[in-house]
Structure formats: structure tokens, C-alpha cells
């Protein structure tokens, strides 16, 4: 019976109650939406780094680490590659050769990162081969070719067949230059990374690199990093740790350990949907109680006939608590479906940030963002919108059994 009386009083005011019942609909779709937007942003700055700067693992000499010297490389390079890509889960390595030095045009100079890699491997690794915007990737053709980014051709006003010249220590500490010429230009997106980072073919810098006094080692064997992406990337920690086994001289990082604001943002993601669902819900509890107070007030002569025939308080109080709770049954449906159709739609399609993309780009993001939403916030959301329902109308309730029969009969 209680249930009955209860859904029939919230249709006794049908204007209001569809009211509550969107703003809810509302109130859900936009904490769903606003969730799915900031774990697109978080998991575009990721997926960004990821792909085109650090790769899921990456494996060094540990002295390396500390002070990037061209000296520190790999011991028995080919060795551990092999050993590498046999191993199961593994989807691609690159093996490269990395040098700090300076890259100089007529126009200005700028100090640079100079990664040597083997352009087929590469291209397996990031996205790099995908971010040239003119020009063409590196390829076994000419001599000394290089690839730069837009942020830094601009810079050093150079393109696509200008020269540069880049300038570093070989392993023996001296000074070394060479002329390279720009086949490409590249942009990644990320605007620090682009404007630090210049690539070349391993076996051209691995040339420079070795003193023609050195005979300790060879060309293909010089390798200061090995950048591995994995299948699975929840399998990340499990390679991670068990080449780390293997190679016990070696450090070996997952993309976690080597940029920790990746691992804050991963971290950071689940709490933005409690922080939009907190707040959202907050404005829900006074909405629902203003209109459960009112529904009250306007039936005190009612509620007193009510407990004058012999309803009892606890049958008052239930109905009130079931009429807040009805509204949000109603509306949770159709607040999750509004915000499942947004997340499903916008993750397809992608929203269009453009207007920001220089922005997005400094902060390391894509300017097309793409909603993505965890199926348990879907759960956390209708739970957390029926809890709000339900205290939301304690205090209605208990206005209500506060009133005395004959008073409120007496209610004109």
C-alpha cells in the first residue's frame, strides 16, 4: 500500500516532479560527461607520451641515467636485444643510440637530445614515422639525413633540405660535428619534447660516436637505449620486473618510473569522477529537499488526516523516503542512458579542441579529445544519486511525522 500511495503523490504534481526528475537526468549526464572529457584529456597526455616519447619500457645502463654520457652504454647490446624481443608479450623494440649535443643552423643554435635509431624499428616503437607533417621519414637514402620538429625549424629557421649541424662528445670526450640534412619535419604534439629532440639513423651517429681510435667496439653494437612496447599494457609491471631479473646490471623502467606524472595522472584519474559526482550531487540534495519540503507543507492537512485514522509515523516517514526514492529510480535510467549515448558517441567521434590546440600541445595533449569513461563510475553514479535520494529526504520525512493530527487538520 505504501509504495502504491507513494508513486501516486508524486504525480499528484506532475509539473514538479518532472522537474526533479530532469534535473537529476541532468545532473547525472553531466557528471558522467564532465568524468568521460577529463579521463580522455588525462588518457590523451598518456597515450601521448607513451607513443611518441618514452615508450611502455625502456632499458639502460644505470650510469646512463645519471649523467647521459655517450660513454655508458650498453655491455653486450645485441645480447640483451635478442633476448628481449623473445620474450613473450613484447610487440616491438628499438635500439638506440643517444647523444646531448647542439644543433646549429646560420640563423641560431639550440641544445638538443640526438636520438640515432634504426628507422623500420623506430617506426614500430612511437608514432614517429605518422608525425612527420613535411617531408619524408628517415630512410636508407642520402647522407646524414635528420629529422627535426616544426617548433624547432622555426626556430632555427631552417626546412625540409636546409642544413644543420649538430655538435657532441664522441665516447673518447672529444668534440665532434657533423652536417646533416633535413629530410623532415615532425610534430608529436608535445611541444617541450619536439623542441629538444632531433633523430637520426643509428648508424650515422654510431659513426661520429666512435673514435677512430676505439676498437672495443663496433657500430651495431653502441647502444645507449632499448625502448620496448608491450601488448598488453596491463602486462607492463610483469616484463618489466622479470627482465629486470634478467638483466640485473641493467635499469630497466616501465613509463611509470621514468615520467612519475604519467603515474599521477593514471592515479588521478578515478578521482575526478568522485570530485564532479561530489559536486554535482551536493546540488541534487537541495534540490530534492526543497521539493520534497514543499510536497510536505502542501499536504500537512492530508499527513494529519493520514496519522488521525491511524497511519503511524513509521509509515509516514517510509512514504516520504519512498517518494524521494521513486523520483530517483526514474531518473537515474535517464540520466545514465543520456550519458552512456554522450561517452559513446564523443569516444567515437572525438571533440574538437583546435581552437586550444596550441595549449593542448605544451601540455603534451592532443587537440581532438576522445571521451572514455570506466563502466564502474556507471555503477558509482546511479549508487551515489540513490544514496542522495535517500538522505536527501530524511529531512522532509521527519518534518512530517513532527506533525500533530488535530493541528494539522486545522491547516487551512
Not at 98 to 121: C, D, F, L
Not at 359 to 375: A, R, V
Request: proline share 4%.
Amino acid at each position: 500500500m505504501i509504495p502504491i500511495m507513494a508513486w501516486r503523490n508524486i504525480w499528484r504534481s506532475k509539473t514538479r516532479s518532472l522537474v526533479v526528475i530532469g534535473a537529476i537526468s541532468v545532473g547525472i549526464w553531466a557528471a558522467l560527461s564532465l568524468t568521460g572529457f577529463a579521463t580522455g584529456m588525462m588518457k590523451s597526455y598518456v597515450n601521448n607520451a607513451v607513443q611518441n616519447i618514452v615508450s611502455h619500457i625502456q632499458v639502460h645502463q644505470p650510469e646512463f641515467l645519471d649523467e647521459y654520457e655517450v660513454k655508458y652504454n650498453i655491455p653486450d647490446a645485441l645480447a640483451v636485444e635478442q633476448a628481449i624481443r623473445a620474450e613473450p608479450g613484447i610487440k616491438a623494440v628499438s635500439v638506440r643510440s643517444v647523444a646531448g649535443g647542439m644543433v646549429s643552423s646560420s640563423q641560431g643554435a639550440r641544445g638538443v637530445r640526438i636520438k640515432g635509431v634504426i628507422p623500420e624499428e623506430e617506426a614500430r616503437v612511437n608514432a614517429l614515422d605518422e608525425n612527420v607533417v613535411e617531408g619524408e621519414y628517415l630512410s636508407d637514402k642520402g647522407r646524414n639525413p635528420i629529422l627535426v620538429s616544426g617548433d624547432l625549424a622555426q626556430k632555427l629557421n631552417v626546412k625540409v633540405r636546409s642544413k644543420v649541424v649538430l655538435n657532441f662528445q664522441d665516447r673518447g670526450g672529444s668534440i665532434t660535428a657533423a652536417a646533416f640534412r633535413i629530410v623532415g619535419i615532425f610534430d608529436t604534439g608535445n611541444n617541450p619534447f619536439d623542441l629538444s629532440h632531433v633523430f637520426v639513423r643509428r648508424s650515422d651517429l654510431n659513426n661520429l660516436l666512435i673514435p677512430a681510435t676505439d676498437s672495443s667496439l663496433t657500430a651495431d653494437a653502441l647502444t645507449h637505449e632499448i625502448a620496448i612496447m608491450v601488448e598488453d599494457i596491463r602486462n607492463v609491471d610483469t616484463i618489466a620486473n622479470k627482465l629486470g631479473a634478467e638483466f640485473p646490471g641493467l635499469k630497466v623502467q616501465t613509463y611509470r618510473e621514468i615520467s612519475p606524472d604519467l603515474e599521477l595522472y593514471e592515479g588521478q584519474i578515478k578521482n575526478v569522477s568522485l570530485i564532479y559526482l561530489t559536486v554535482i550531487l551536493l546540488a541534487l540534495v537541495f534540490g530534492i529537499i526543497n521539493t520534497m519540503l514543499m510536497a510536505v507543507l502542501e499536504r500537512i492537512k492530508e499527513l494529519g488526516m493520514l496519522m488521525a485514522i491511524g497511519m503511524n509515523k513509521l509509515r509516514v516517514f517510509s512514504m516520504i523516503v519512498l517518494e524521494s526514492i521513486l523520483l530517483g529510480l526514474v531518473a537515474i535510467p535517464v540520466g545514465l542512458f543520456l550519458g552512456y549515448i554522450t561517452i559513446d558517441y564523443v569516444g567515437k567521434n572525438g571533440i574538437d579542441m583546435s581552437i586550444y590546440a596550441q595549449s593542448l600541445e605544451n601540455y603534451g595533449m592532443s587537440p581532438i579529445i576522445y571521451f572514455e569513461l570506466d563502466p564502474g563510475v556507471y555503477l558509482q553514479v546511479a549508487v551515489g544519486v540513490f544514496l542522495t535520494a535517500v538522505l536527501a529526504s530524511i529531512y522532509p520525512a521527519l518534518k512530517a511525522i513532527r506533525l500533530k493530527p488535530v493541528e494539522a487538520l486545522r491547516t487551512i
